[in-house]
């Protein structure tokens, strides 16, 4: 709530782009000033319900849009490199969702036009800005668990194949990848300093996209991260970040406000971290963007763009490694 409020506009009012103005609405300051869709009548359903002032039917009249502080692009992997360059090449700076783009040139590229416009980009990651996540980084950084060894971390969810249908489109950059396995990816790179290297098995749909893939990776710092993500089942999703002299274990689903919990290493229980609310987490990215902005921040340190792009170059070599190409990426990917 004390962020200092910004005027929002949305391009693409799915359902998490549903997900994110409920949250604004709730619990920050932030307002909803444009929604755009390739369909009127769906913007136009979607401003009257979360009260924006404007609903466009293209995406050009919102960022056109002279009363815009900030534009949340919520569109399809697929169609992120565009909608981004169409938003700052307007002057306006972007949150956009993840996967940033389909593959790590798309995003340097997004990442160096907005670098040379002088404007504020951000990744969508929105658990990095939860306040259990600050517990975890906190821990790691003031060496409570001593050196870490190993980042355990798993997504499943049962989206495949009764679920979305651009889950199943390579053309929309669809499968589990880019959708669920970016967050014990996010997560292992956050604690481990980066990855380094990553090597991959897994599963392919009729359609070609990746249904499923285990994962392990090699931090940057040193340590192994064990990671898994599956849109065939839904999975415990929990996370474990083991050390030296202890654990955190994230209770639940590890990328929603949970407790985290810390076993010292003679397996001594310690304290327990507890949020204060697990709903709305979709605000605390939202207020970062709000107080980076307002500073004058090109980028958030909690969520920076060369750790950004380096995620999407891991994920091209675990697409090149399961064999998994979308058609049409822009200016090639992991053929």
Not at 198 to 216: K, N, P, S
Not at 280 to 293: K, M
Not at 308 to 315: D, G
Request: proline share 6%.
């Amino acid at each position: 709530m004390t962020a200092p409020p910004l005027r929002w506009g949305v391009i693409a009012p799915g359902g998490i782009a549903r997900a994110m103005a409920t949250a604004l609405n709730a619990v920050t300051q932030q307002r909803i000033a444009a929604v755009a869709s390739r369909s009127l009548d769906r913007a136009q359903a979607f401003a009257t319900e979360f009260g924006a002032d404007t609903a466009y039917g293209s995406y050009a009249a919102l960022v056109a849009d002279a009363s815009v502080d900030v534009v949340y692009i919520a569109s399809p992997h697929s169609e992120h490199r565009e909608h981004a360059l169409l938003a700052l090449s307007a002057g306006k700076p972007v949150l956009m969702e993840k996967a940033f783009t389909r593959n790590a040139a798309e995003a340097q590229e997004v990442v160096d036009v907005a670098r040379a416009g002088g404007l504020f980009l951000m990744e969508a990651m929105w658990a990095r800005f939860l306040p259990h996540y600050d517990v975890v980084r906190q821990c790691v950084q003031g060496g409570l668990l001593g050196s870490i060894d190993t980042v355990f971390a798993d997504h499943g969810q049962p989206l495949y194949p009764d679920g979305p249908q651009r889950l199943s489109d390579p053309a929309l950059a669809g499968g589990a990848l880019l959708d669920l396995g970016i967050y014990p990816l996010s997560f292992a790179s956050m604690v481990l300093g980066g990855l380094a290297s990553v090597t991959a098995v897994g599963e392919l749909t009729t359609e070609g996209v990746d249904a499923q893939e285990a994962m392990t990776a090699r931090g940057t710092n040193g340590g192994l991260g064990v990671l898994h993500a599956t849109m065939l089942a839904r999975t415990a999703a929990r996370a474990s970040v083991v050390g030296t002299a202890g654990r955190l274990d994230i209770d639940g689903s590890f990328y929603q406000p949970n407790p985290v919990r810390y076993t010292a290493r003679d397996r001594s229980a310690g304290p327990v971290f507890e949020p204060a609310s697990r709903k709305h987490g979709l605000a605390y990215e939202a207020a970062e963007v709000a107080r980076c902005i307002t500073e004058g921040r090109t980028e958030s340190p909690l969520m920076p763009l060369d750790e950004t792009v380096a995620i999407m170059a891991t994920m091209d070599d675990i697409r090149r490694q399961l064999g998994v190409v979308y058609p049409g990426e822009h200016p090639g990917g992991p053929a």
